[in-house]
C-alpha cells in the first residue's frame, strides 16, 4: 500500500523566517514519483516540483528547497525567507509505475500561515 | 490561455438531487481526473479517463458517474446515492496518464447539499 503522511496540519510564522514542511512516504515500489503542490485560498492546486525515486539531488528553486532522503522515505520542503504570499496548504503526494496510471496518492496536506 | 474550468464555482443542492459539475481543458490533454476533498483531508480520486470514450473509478467512485464523449470535457455527476456529497470538487488533467506526468488542476466546485 501507499501511503503520504504529512504530521504538521497547521504551522504558523512570521514573515521572514525559514519554515520546513515536512512529508514521509511509504511505498513497495523501487520506481516512483514525489510531488509537492500549492493551494492558495482560491482553490486551484499550483504544481511545484515532482522527483523521481533515482534522483536524490537536493533541488532549490528561488527561496523553495527540496530535500529528498530515501533512507528516511522523507521529502521535505523549505520556503526561505517566507512571505505573506506563502500562505497555503502544501501537499504531498506520491505516485508509482506499477499502478499502470498516475494515481496520485495525497497527503493530509500542511496549512501555512505567514503573518506581517 | 491554456487551463482547465470548472463551473460552477458554488452549487447549491436540495438533498435527493442529481447534479452535475463542469470540467472543461483546452490545454490538449488525453487524461483527465476528478478528486474530492474534504476539510482536513487530502484528494481522493473519484474517476480518471485516460482516453476519450474510458473511464475507470478510482476510491471513491461510489455515487458518482461521469463521461467523456470529447477530449476537452469530462463532466461529473453526483447522484442521490451520494451518501455524503457536500465537498470540494477538483478536476484535474495531465498529457498521458503516466505516473511522472504532473497533473494540473482548476479552480474547484464547492458543493452544499442542503
Known sequence: ?116 | DGGITQSPKYLFRKEGQNVTLSCEQNLNHDAMYWYRQDPGQGLRLIYYSQIVNDFQKGDIAEGYSVSREKKESFPLTVTSAQKNPTAFYLCASSMVATPYNEQFFGPGTRLTVL
Request: aromatic content about 14%; proline content about 3%; charged content about 20%.
Open chain 1, 1 to 116: 500500500a501507499q501511503k503520504v503522511t504529512q504530521a504538521q496540519t497547521e504551522i504558523s510564522v512570521v514573515e521572514k523566517e525559514d519554515v520546513t514542511l515536512d512529508c514521509v512516504y511509504e511505498t513497495r515500489d523501487t520506481t516512483y514519483y514525489l510531488f509537492w503542490y500549492k493551494q492558495p485560498p482560491s482553490g486551484e492546486l499550483v504544481f511545484l516540483i515532482r522527483r523521481n525515486s533515482f534522483d536524490e539531488q537536493n533541488e532549490i528553486s528561488g527561496r523553495y528547497s527540496w530535500n529528498f532522503q530515501k533512507s528516511t522515505s522523507s521529502f521535505n520542503f523549505t520556503i526561505t525567507a517566507s512571505q505573506v504570499v506563502d500562505s497555503a496548504v502544501y501537499f504531498c503526494a506520491l505516485s508509482s509505475m506499477n499502478t499502470g496510471f498516475q494515481k496520485l496518492v495525497f497527503g493530509t496536506g500542511t496549512r501555512l500561515l505567514v503573518s506581517p
